[in-house]
């Protein structure tokens, strides 16, 4: 697959700095050359409305930095909720404009240190919500971990039926904007893990590795085993392993977004560490290698890699068929990595969600029926956590559990005794 953007990032970048991102919009969406960025006779009726003081239609106005080096800003909006409060996209009652949500996500990921840095601050943080009170005799405990490659912080949720007995762990990687308080809310892994006794580590990216707080997926440097995340993140699992009482072979990593992005890559280098792997709305491991192939493969994908694990590493996928800020074959991609050659069986069913969001669940079998891959596509659906509570950022009430449905299909790959790492 040609791994060049279809789109003029240098052109679409140039164009946000300035505030003009109705076109830069266009650019990203393939529909506007970047010759056609200056004016014509065709936008003579915006620069009358210009002239005359007044936004032209479709543009959103953006306010200068007051200092060099400042953030281009907006009087009109909240960036990480402009697609809509509302599940379905709707625009909730509000008469403003909304950003459309590839412009969003190009934004998230051009807010990188030395890309962009007059747009920090451009895509605001999500509001602090106070956090929900915890069930007795539980814990939501924040920690530390460091290594050569740096620090990170993480919240370890411990439930409260954990007395010291062997359970499984889940660690959990955000997305872009979001915080481990923000992606628990979200997702509802601690309710979960309250129900079924498991623990769960939210590791927290710093602004400083990233202003956007996106994992950096896309870095070379940050797809390799015992180098930069990968092994801050295997790090901080190390840890609890360590210190806590974790049940053999039932360690499993998942994400959203980014995060999905870098679980995934997280269960191709680490095979003896995670016996399984849950990606939303990701990437394969590899597919981008520096932002511009970043850029493509978010838009139209990208050859997936070779699987450096020696054995398939069960995978269970989900993504919405509306997703146009990760476009949704990059799900089917993560699939093909996953498998790696192996010769499975595949069915096929569909279903609603009782939110009214339907879907295609494709389960991949060995021959002896036992299921090693699951892909869910969300019809409708678009970048966001399926089945998740409107309390966290990028969540879609409306559809299937995807918290439950990867704990189902996580405990139904324990990792034999033998593979399990020291």
Known sequence: MNAKPNIDILEATRLTREGRLAEAM???????????????????GENDDRRRGRPAAGIIEMVPPSSR???????????????????DGSAGGSSQP???????????????????PDLDGLVGRVPTRAPAPLPEGARFEERTFANEAGSRAYK???????????VPLVVMLHGCTQSPDDFAAGTRMNELAEEQTFLVAYPAQTQSANVSKCWNWCNAADQQRDRGEPSLIAGITRQIMRDGSVASGRVYVAGLSAGGASAATLGSVYPDLYAAVGVHSGLACGAARDMPSAFAAMRQGAAPHHNSAEHLVPTIVFHGDRDTTVSPINGNQVIAQSKAGADLRST?????????????????SEDSGHP????WVL????HAWSGGSPTGSYTEPKGPDASREMMRFFLEHPKPAAASPS
């Open 348 to 364: 096929v069913s569909r279903g609603r969600a009782p939110g009214g969001i339907s879907y295609t669940r494709t389960v991949a």
């Open 156 to 166: 370890l949720y411990i439930p409260s039926g954990y007395t010291g007995q062997p």
């Open 379 to 382: 019809h409708g659906a678009g």
């Open 69 to 87: 080096g400042g953030a281009w800003t907006s009087p009109q909006f909240n960036f990480p909720h402009m697609a809509s409060d509302n599940s």
């Open 98 to 116: 909304q950003m459309p949500e590839a412009l969003r996500g190009f934004l998230d990921q051009m807010r990188q240190p030395g890309v962009m």
């Open 372 to 375: 090693m891959l699951e892909h």
């Open 26 to 44: 266009a650019i990203l969406q393939g529909g506007l050359p970047s010759s056609h960025s200056s004016p014509t006779s065709s936008n003579a």
